[in-house]
């Protein structure tokens, strides 16, 4: 089994930014896609991001285009999302998890974090 372990959620304001982590224990890091999910409270989780395994590609839920960035460094087993301009709406615990290759898609996705919770006041 693969732990993810994310990082650097927290409370911010409505148009602030933060960076998240996802540090992977995993050896073959490299060799797989990465995404990033939310969970609001009474919510399903959804979809933000996905990267593929050399970073080269990456895919964006509609609502976080142009302001979140999906990137990744595999020589230190992480990947991370850069979300800016935050929404109070956006408030949830993020995940992060892998996957073959990108995929928007809860079900492609094998092995998930535990999550870190962003909260984003008004």
Known sequence: QVLLV???????????????????STRFFSR?????FRQAPGKEREFVATISWN??????????KGRFTIS?????????LQMNRLKPEETAVYYCAI??????MESEY?????????????
């Open 32 to 36: 797989y896609a990465m995404g990033w």
């Open 55 to 64: 970073g080269g590609d990456a895919y964006y839920a509609d609502s976080v």
């Open 72 to 80: 990744r460094d595999n020589e230190k087993n992480t990947v991370y």
């Open 99 to 104: 996957t073959g290759s990108v995929a928007i």
């Open 6 to 24: 994310e990082s650097g959620g927290g409370l911010v304001q409505a148009g602030d930014s933060l960076r998240l982590s996802c540090a992977a």
């Open 110 to 122: 094998t092995y998930w974090g535990q999550g870190t919770q962003v909260t984003v006041s008004s």
